[in-house]
């Protein structure tokens, strides 16, 4: 399970929203449904997800219904706030999101469709473990409007997806992904490269594997140790290695080379894609900082700059829900400098990047050693945007301090 929440100020029951909050029906309205099962937790995972023994009570068959209950509250509470719109996208995550059944995950695209509307073209993506992916699940799924499907694929060679604690054989990430192609699904798959264990031609070994596929988009993230972990535990104890930052740095270009060779173009630091049409508008969204309602327990969300986060356990939710009770924990509203770095450290990981003229005055004088450092493109900022170089997403950290410290 993931670490505490944070502390924030307390939600009002009801779930309504500040009266003096500053709408713009113009802004594209998300909804991100958490799914918080799982069959077993991987050794570096913090997300809010729970195994059949940690539930408490809570039952996975009752889950969708008591998700379809926040959907009912957040449509009133939009509603008299007057920001209600359709979705321009939708996302299932997790958790395993395909540990429910496809009926499940069904009807509460459903409901959410008919609470607040799903805009033309929308994006809708389902998370899932390629273990629980059949033909008919992937079916199921295209028929109840789902567009995309992200699989998990963390890894091609099996001592590496040991080591992460992913219970699935490589083969069947080429089953769920031509599931998904035949059910005429864009397909993404997800990587993850530093694991313990894990040497470059480990990591040269997935990366083609990965490309073999023919997807339409692809994500790599590097290893991070989150405390709480399991996989930290086992590097306090000396079991397995800490990921070598080199190690990591040497993946990522790796990664970079072979993706551009393939026809993958970068668009956010740890994602890739064939065409800009194909990109994640659900993770562009978070990066841009647009409106969305994080459903199910732990979810956090954001509408005109309010942030809120749903209370942890599944069983806590279900019974604020069954109260008719927002399940919401705690929120809080930035200020205006927090939004600043917020804003500078989103979109500065993205190709656009950031402009200039959006960096506070004191800072922007960095921009000019950051370009001599190479971290940052010189032609875009001639254009008045700050862009990072390849080694600037290698050092995305350092080149956002500079900006904001």
Not at 31 to 48: E, K, M, Q, S
Not at 94 to 99: H, M, N
Not at 145 to 170: C, E, I, K, N, Y
Not at 211 to 235: C, F, P, V
């Amino acid at each position: 399970m993931a670490g505490p929440l944070p502390l924030g100020d307390p939600a009002p029951a009801d779930g309504h929203l500040p009266d003096d909050l500053p709408f713009d029906a113009s802004v594209p309205f998300s909804a991100y449904l958490h799914i918080p099962f799982c069959t077993v937790r991987c050794g570096y995972c913090d997300f809010n997800t729970y195994t059949s023994t940690e539930l408490r009570g809570a039952k996975q068959e009752d889950y969708a219904s008591t998700l379809i209950s926040e959907i009912g509250l957040a449509r009133r509470v939009l509603a008299d706030a007057g920001a209600l719109r359709p979705m321009d996208t939708v996302f299932f995550g997790g958790g395993t999101p395909t540990l429910l059944p496809a009926g499940d995950l069904a009807r509460m695209l459903e409901a959410a469709t008919s609470a607040f509307g799903l805009a033309e073209g929308a994006e809708v993506t389902v998370e899932a473990n390629p273990d629980t992916v059949t033909p008919a699940v992937a079916r199921t799924l295209a028929a109840a409007g789902v567009t995309r499907m992200s699989v998990g694929m963390q890894s091609a060679v099996p001592h590496v997806l040991a080591s992460l604690d992913r219970t699935h054989r490589p083969e069947n990430v080429t089953t769920a992904v031509a599931a998904a192609k035949d059910a005429g699904l864009a397909v993404s798959v997800d990587l993850i490269y530093g694991a313990p264990g894990e040497s470059l031609a480990d990591w040269e070994v997935s990366l083609d594997a990965a490309l073999a596929l023919e997807s339409d988009h692809i994500s790599a993230y590097a290893l991070i140790i989150e405390d709480g972990t399991k996989l930290a535990r086992q590097i306090r104890r000396g079991e397995v290695p800490t990921p070598d930052d080199d190690v990591q740095a040497d993946m990522y270009e790796l990664a970079d080379a072979r993706l551009a060779a393939g026809g993958f173009d970068w668009y956010e630091v740890s994602n890739w894609a064939r065409t800009p049409e194909q990109r994640s508008r659900h993770n562009l969204a978070y990066w841009r900082g647009r409106d969305w309602w994080g459903f199910g327990p732990g979810a956090h969300s954001h509408v005109a700059g309010l942030r809120w986060w749903n209370v942890k356990h599944p069983a806590a939710y279900a019974q604020r829900l069954a109260a008719s009770e927002s399940p919401a924990a705690g929120t809080e509203r930035p200020d205006a400098e927090s939004r600043t770095l917020e804003r500078i450290l989103l979109l500065s990981r993205i190709r656009e990047g950031i402009a200039i003229d959006e960096v506070p005055a004191a800072n922007r004088r960095s921009v000019a050693g950051l370009i001599a450092d190479g971290l940052v493109d010189p032609a875009a900022a001639i254009r008045g945007r700050v862009q990072l170089t390849l080694r600037g997403r290698l050092l995305a950290d350092a080149v956002v301090r500079e900006l904001t410290d």
